[in-house]
């Protein structure tokens, strides 16, 4: 994946509150009914089953710093260093940055076409843990968004983390794919999807069908990634995703699905009762169909009669 030199970044939609960690988080984000993960209440499962870990169940996570509503955000070092998108090449969080613009500039272009007016959202980058609209959570949840407060939130550690403990390839791309995921359950809050959640586990639970619309509104983004300009109408911020990029995004989306986690990180055994996001077969295919078509109407996963 790579960057268009001399299109213009915009560090406003960050809050970086990664300088506001220390002490203990309680409380609990309601994933589902409340924050929209990735992964959300699959990685917690698998760490509770690796040994135990606290912030969705009211418990304390040991040595998880407090940040969120109300704390310190200091956006002061990437205003500095993420100016365009020469710096996105070489910085890895000016390259965050370079995708939340991308993302946020198609879905507000696609909502004016349809005359409907896109609000942006901010993403938080914070380390350990956040105090959200939703409630508190760990990073132990995964990069996840908030239709409480229309946030997102994430803890980059969470990409080294599905390096070294999903086995995933990584990229650029597929942290790309992470964060269009995320705001793909925006879009599905302001268009009202959200409300339409009823059952939230199981094979074919509206829980699942949300899930996987948003995988296919990520998709959608990376079609138009390279075409799409920046707000002032200059170049677009990303240049080119290469065939490989797609391949990293698909394996890491099949190593998130809840059958592969389930086999390969949570004790061997695939109970579909508890499935919250679908399996890898199907992250992959509603990914795969959003980036074929380019075309949000082809995500309706909840008339979908079959998920795939």
């Known amino acids: 994946m790579e960057f268009n030199d001399d299109a213009g970044l915009d560090t406003s939609q960050v809050e970086d509150m990664r300088s506001s960690g220390g002490g203990g988080v309680g409380g609990r984000v309601l994933l589902g009914g409340g924050g929209l993960s990735i992964v959300g209440l699959i990685i917690y499962f698998v760490m509770s089953q690796l040994g135990g870990v606290g912030g969705l169940d009211g418990t304390s996570a040991r040595g998880i710093g407090d940040v969120g509503n109300g704390d310190k955000v200091d956006n002061a070092r990437l205003s500095e260093q993420c100016r365009t998108g020469k710096d996105?090449?070489?910085?890895?969080?000016?390259?965050?940055?370079?995708?939340?613009?991308?993302?946020?500039?198609?879905?507000?272009?696609?909502?004016?076409?349809?005359?409907?007016?896109?609000?942006?959202?901010?993403?938080?980058?914070?380390?350990?843990?956040?105090?959200?609209?939703?409630?508190?959570?760990?990073?132990?949840?995964?990069?996840?968004?908030?239709?409480?407060?229309?946030?997102?939130?994430?803890?980059?550690?969470?990409?080294?983390?599905?390096?070294?403990?999903?086995?995933?390839?990584?990229?650029?791309?597929?942290?790309?794919?992470?964060?269009?995921?995320?705001?793909?359950?925006?879009?599905?809050?302001?268009?009202?999807?959200?409300?339409?959640?009823?059952?939230?586990?199981?094979?074919?639970?509206?829980?699942?069908?949300?899930?996987?619309?948003?995988?296919?509104?990520?998709?959608?983004?990376?079609k138009h990634a390279t075409t799409q300009p920046t707000a002032n109408g200059g170049q677009p911020l990303i240049k080119s995703i290469s065939d490989d990029d797609i391949r990293r995004a698909l394996d890491a989306a099949a190593r998130i699905g809840d059958d592969f986690i389930q086999r390969e990180l949570g004790g061997g055994r695939v109970d579909e009762s508890q499935f919250t996001h679908g399996t890898s077969k199907q992250r992959e295919k509603w990914f795969t169909t959003g980036i074929r078509s380019g075309n949000p109407a082809d995500c309706d996963t909840f008339r979908a009669s079959n998920l795939g």
């Open 88 to 222: 996105a090449n070489t910085n890895h969080d000016c390259a965050l940055v370079a995708v939340i613009n991308s993302v946020q500039g198609y879905w507000q272009d696609e909502f004016a076409r349809s005359g409907r007016t896109y609000q942006k959202a901010p993403t938080n980058f914070f380390k350990g843990g956040v105090r959200t609209g939703c409630g508190s959570a760990t990073a132990d949840v995964g990069p996840f968004y908030c239709p409480g407060d229309s946030e997102v939130y994430i803890d980059l550690a969470f990409f080294q983390q599905l390096q070294t403990q999903f086995g995933a390839q990584g990229g650029t791309f597929v942290e790309a794919y992470v964060l269009a995921h995320e705001y793909g359950h925006h879009v599905q809050n302001l268009l009202g999807t959200s409300d339409r959640v009823r059952s939230r586990k199981g094979a074919t639970s509206d829980a699942v069908r949300l899930e996987l619309q948003a995988d296919c509104y990520a998709g959608v983004w990376a």
